[in-house]
């Protein structure tokens, strides 16, 4: 099963925070890759933060740098996208994704879920 479940989303006014959460992890290899990507209506899906499995490294958009922080918990094999300063354009669907054997997080991942909705309006 290739299935990531993600959780967390929510309304949350401008300059909001939110912790999203993704369970459902099983991947079986050591190299590669897991984070979060964004659909916003109307626009291209976007990866927005990942995390390499190998060495911990993290890529994060430049339009949620210093914003946004991807953590792991590796007791509970959860994956964390604390999101904070959030702005009206950050409202999108979010989804976790991982991809195996490389070093970056495509728009075509190996494992994908549903999103959880995270909408930022006053």
């Known amino acids: 099963q290739k299935q990531l479940a993600a959780s967390g989303g929510g309304l949350v006014q401008p300059g909001g925070s939110l912790r999203l959460s993704c369970a459902g992890i099983?991947?079986?290899?050591?190299?590669?890759?897991i984070g979060w990507r964004r659909q916003a209506p109307g626009k291209e899906r976007e990866v927005v933060s990942y995390?390499?499995?190998?060495?911990?490294?993290?890529y994060y958009a430049d339009s949620v740098k210093g914003r946004f922080t991807i953590s792991r918990d590796n007791v509970k094999n959860i994956l964390h996208l604390e999101m904070n300063s959030l702005k009206p354009e950050d409202t999108a669907s979010y989804s976790c994704?991982?991809?195996?054997?490389?070093?970056?997080?495509?728009?075509?991942?190996?494992?994908w879920g549903q999103g959880t909705q995270v909408t930022v309006s006053s």
């Open positions: 994704a991982a991809e195996l054997y490389t070093d970056y997080l495509s728009n075509d991942p190996d494992y």
């Open positions: 995390m390499h499995n190998r060495n911990g490294s993290t």
């Open positions: 099983r991947v079986e290899v050591d190299h590669y890759v």
